[in-house]
């Protein structure tokens, strides 16, 4: 069997194989190859699971976040293969699954006092294994949210980052990076503007700044500005490359990805219902990385979200024009504020079809 090279999570499933060794014994001593339609293989598929989350943050009298508590909902992805791949070890109760809630208990930020929890959903799609996993959602969450705190302390979004990465040097080393390479604080074009996002997966910090303007009703990003410490870096070009196609993708997904079912029946079909990046939208991405000594980590999964929340000027797009909701409220609680937020991806789901993934 060859392999699935870019499918990404799809190859973990093996329904294919099923359908292919079926026809193989109908047919003995003659080569079988077994090849789906697009429409068959976009309507057939497992998907990104939708989540939701709400972010809570507790401000200090001297201004300053003292405590964090985030809230998330969505299905768990592993239960439901382990059932399809390895039914004899698939249970009757779910094992808790903390790829549902990766990239939020783990965040570097210094918020003192937090609470992460995580509540199990099952909505029946059949959910699968998408680039970066629990991370790709998550990241978009908590950089929202950071970004939010920022703007209602009236911090600049980076220096407001700085400030509680204080037990992070790695992150901190890589935000500046990137912060630096972009010019960040810079005059810019009229109608632009400049969005920051910090995360770290699968032992691999990125950091990125994009531009963005708005253009006919909806975002477009124009410069993407990416820094990464992935340890030692075996071939920088190949982590270059890495960055580069996570960008495409993950702006295919804000902008794009949606996945509609109406009575069980998937409505995208082909790309003329699922569209995709094309050149003349894809952004300038410049990509630095460290001559760092640690152990090589991964980087096919990186992608920062950089372009969420706000930024040194603000571009707020119709909510209508991107899979990502979020809202955020100030309420007074005694001699502190609280500052929450909330953010899902609506009526959304995203696909693990081979090399054709959604948000």
């Known amino acids: 069997m060859s392999r699935c090279w870019g499918g990404f999570g799809r190859r973990l499933e093996v329904d294919y194989v099923a359908h292919g060794v079926r026809v193989a014994l109908d ?18 598929d497992f998907y990104r699971p939708m989540h939701a989350a709400r972010l809570r943050a507790f401000i200090d009298e001297r201004g300053q976040p003292a405590g964090l508590h985030v809230r998330s909902a969505g ?15 698939a249970g009757p109760v779910d094992v808790p699954d903390k790829m549902a809630s990766e990239g939020l208990f783990d965040q570097p930020y210094a918020f003192g006092q937090q609470k992460v929890e995580h509540v199990f959903t099952r909505l029946g799609v059949p959910v ?38 204080v037990d992070a040097p790695r992150h901190l080393a890589v935000l500046d990076l990137a912060a630096a390479r972009s010019g960040w604080g810079a005059p810019l074009a009229g109608g632009r503007a400049r969005g920051v996002a910090l995360h770290e997966s699968f032992g691999s910090i990125v950091a990125q700044v994009v531009e963005v303007s708005m253009d006919r009703g909806g975002p477009r990003v124009h410069r993407v500005v990416c820094a990464i410490d992935c340890g030692v870096a075996v071939n920088p070009g190949i982590v270059a490359q890495q960055m580069e196609s996570g960008v495409v993708f993950a702006l295919t997904a804000a902008l794009y990805g949606r996945i509609d079912i109406h009575d069980g029946v998937v409505q995208q079909r082909n790309f003329a219902g699922y569209s995709m990046l094309r050149m003349h939208a894809a952004p300038v991405v410049e990509t630095g990385s460290f ?6 980590a991964e980087s096919g999964s990186r992608r920062a979200p950089a372009g969420a929340g706000g930024g040194e000027r603000t571009v707020r797009p119709d909510r209508g024009a991107v899979p990502f909701v979020a809202s955020r409220r100030r309420a007074g609680f005694r001699n502190r504020a609280i500052v929450e937020g909330s953010a899902d991806c609506y009526g959304s789901y995203g696909a693990s079809s081979r090399g054709r993934q959604r948000s």
């Open 27 to 44: 047919v003995p001593g003659t080569p079988v190859q077994l090849v789906w339609s697009r429409e068959e293989d976009a309507t057939h």
């Open 75 to 89: 299905d768990a992805i592993s239960p439901r293969w382990m059932e399809r791949g390895m039914p004899s070890l």
């Open 128 to 165: 699968g294994f998408w680039r970066s996993v629990g991370h790709s959602h998550n990241a978009f969450f908590m950089e929202s949210f950071v970004d939010e705190l920022a703007v209602e302390l009236r911090q600049d979004p980076v220096a407001f980052r700085r400030a509680l990465l």
């Open 291 to 296: 001559r760092a000594t640690g152990v090589p």
